[in-house]
């Protein structure tokens, strides 16, 4: 049941999210703590807070939805973000779950760059009779992203450390960001592909 599940949901993802899909090392131990939990028919979630899944009880103007994002964004195997369950793990809903939804999509869309599309996926889910929202997350490949508003800075960018999204030191963004710069080197073909080695060789003979 555990590989079903995994493949259904990494074929749900892959659609939705042609760039990546999320990790098994997420999924199967999720899939394993709701199952714990299935009473008569309805899911109990056992789940915790961990360095992979993050509860917020509501979407607010406050929250700032698009860190938590970015921390999974830039961390090493992405994670899960619950929208109407609370910090102890109990499921309280979401009341207006279609614009919370496109909230939620609209604020990481115009908020973070380098562009996360096509690396979170939103979704509803029904928990023990409440409904709830996830965001998925994937590790992106074009480290470091960050909140548009503050930029290659430790006030935009944030990694996942343990239970909580904490903002990057100056050193660990330079360091991201020029890995990302020699990856896209690497691919840039010169415009003029005539080019030899020619006046080098005389260089070095000479």
């Known amino acids: 049941r555990k590989l079903t599940f995994f493949v ?15 990790s098994q090392k997420i999924l199967v131990p999720l899939h394993a703590k709701l199952r714990a939990g299935r009473k008569n028919g309805t899911k109990k979630t056992l789940m915790t807070e961990s360095n ?3 509860f917020k009880r509501e979407l607010t103007r406050e929250l700032d939805i698009e860190k938590e994002v970015v921390a999974f964004l830039n961390y090493r195997e992405g994670g899960i973000i619950y929208i109407g369950i609370d910090d102890a793990g109990k499921p309280v809903g979401v009341k207006d779950i279609d614009s919370d939804m496109l909230t939620i999509k609209n ?14 996926d939103v979704t509803a889910e029904h928990i023990e009779g409440v409904s709830v929202i996830r965001v998925f997350v994937s590790s992106g490949s074009e480290k470091p992203y960050y909140k548009k508003q503050y930029g290659l800075s430790p006030k935009g960018c944030f990694t996942r450390i343990g239970t909580a999204a904490e903002p990057m030191t100056q ?26 080695f020619r006046q080098l060789n005389i260089y070095y003979d000479s």
């Open 8 to 22: 259904a949901f990494s074929r749900q993802y892959k659609l939705s999210t042609p760039k990546t899909c999320i």
């Open 171 to 196: 050193a660990q963004i330079e360091d991201l960001f020029s890995r990302r710069v020699r990856r896209s080197l690497k691919h840039i073909p010169s415009p003029r592909q005539d080019l030899t």
């Open 107 to 120: 604020r990481l869309r115009d908020n973070i760059l380098p562009s996360p599309m096509g690396l979170f």
């Open 52 to 54: 992979r899944i993050e």
